[in-house]
């Protein structure tokens, strides 16, 4: 539980674990190490998300990546599950991106949990000047942010623009 500097209870013990306060919002979790189960709450002791995921990353920038049944989705400040526990992996978001990988394939989703680049490269990079270097298996090329082959997987091994300019 959580008490105030009086020794008052601001609620009562109910958690196996209670996390420090980051922004507001601290993770619990009910049950052992092993299969214990994390959810959030707010300072009042409100429950923001129940205690149903694996894990749960810290809040950066309103959002948090959970895990749940060995994978992985985005839920907000609220709690709200904004992209759903679908990825075997979410790298943090940059630039409201986030690489995602599925079945062993790349692609990105948006901070509202959209698919923006559907997962069908071997490898991908993040986006430098407006291009992210992909893999198709066997060659690489260039897309845009739309998904759209601005240069043909074509070559043997690629670099991320810089100055306009690529390796």
Known sequence: GIINKLGE???????????EFYEGI???RIGDSWAGKWGLINKQGIEISPCKYDDIDIFINGLALVKSEGKYGVIDIT???TTPCKYDQIQIF??????VKIND??????ISGEELIPCIYNKISDFCEGLACVNNGSKWGFIDKYG????PCKYDSVS???NGLAR
């Open 148 to 151: 759209k082959e601005i240069i």
């Open 26 to 28: 601290a993770r619990v």
């Open 105 to 110: 394939k790349y692609g990105f989703i948006s």
């Open 94 to 99: 940059n630039n409201d991106w986030a690489k």
């Open 9 to 19: 209870d601001v609620f009562p013990c109910r958690y196996n674990i209670i996390e």
């Open 79 to 81: 709690g709200k599950e």
């Open 160 to 162: 991320n623009f810089a």
